[in-house]
């Protein structure tokens, strides 16, 4: 692991508080993607050896961007170099209350039917994989989360199902960190929580990876 990586302060996080595109892009850009960049080179290793594939990272560029500034940036790692919004991926990035590290299908990813069918399978040992604590969303460009010892069975399939049937559903899997959060702030600790929780949640890309096939 790269111990170069430095945590996030919570002047990282006003920055998604900057008001205008290119002012708050302009600090994105100088303080908060150098960041991004070093967790994402620190873990890829790391990940491509548990993946059994290489694990490429790639920072957002908020490029199509003309009015709104980004709520939100992240690293993502995923086994292409070009991209990763179609496929399976892993992301830890920061809105302006939270960290966040997780697993991802977004709308892009083709296989949303294959993947629900294989989770609605799976809800009994999904239920025991996934700790309480850990956060399940079904919308990557909201920052609100529902945590595991929230939701019931039906939910769970609800959510599943939701995967399935509806053509924007997304579905994301982690863990949430304060703003505030010592771990946050400290890049080796941060390294470290983050790598465990992808372990958690190295099952949930493993299906979604053989729901391609």
């Known amino acids: ?53 290489p694990m490429y990272a790639h920072v957002a560029k908020h490029a199509r961007r003309t009015i709104n500034p980004p709520d939100d940036s992240w690293v993502a790692w995923s086994s292409s170099k070009r991209g990763y919004k179609a496929l399976p991926h892993f992301q830890v990035g920061l809105w302006s209350t939270h960290l966040f590290a997780q697993f991802a299908v977004i709308y892009e990813y083709p296989y949303k039917q294959a993947f629900a069918g294989k989770l609605l399978e799976r809800i009994r040992d999904i239920r025991g994989l996934i700790p309480a604590h850990f956060v399940w969303s079904g919308n990557h460009m909201r920052p609100e989360a529902v945590r595991m010892s929230d939701l019931s069975d039906r939910d769970l399939e609800e959510l599943f199902r939701r995967l399935a049937g509806v053509k924007q559903a997304e579905l994301l899997c982690g863990i949430h960190l304060p703003r505030d959060s010592e771990t946050a702030a400290d890049g080796n600790r941060l390294l470290e929580t983050v790598s465990e929780a992808f372990d958690v949640l190295l099952p949930l890309y493993r299906l979604a990876v053989r729901a391609t096939s």
């Open 1 to 53: 692991m790269n111990h170069h990586v430095i945590g996030f302060q919570s002047s990282d996080f006003d920055v998604f508080t900057i008001p205008g595109l290119e002012a708050r892009m302009q600090a994105l850009i100088g303080q908060v993607r150098p960041k991004l960049q070093a967790v994402g080179d620190s873990l890829a290793p790391e990940l491509s050896a548990r993946c059994g594939e």
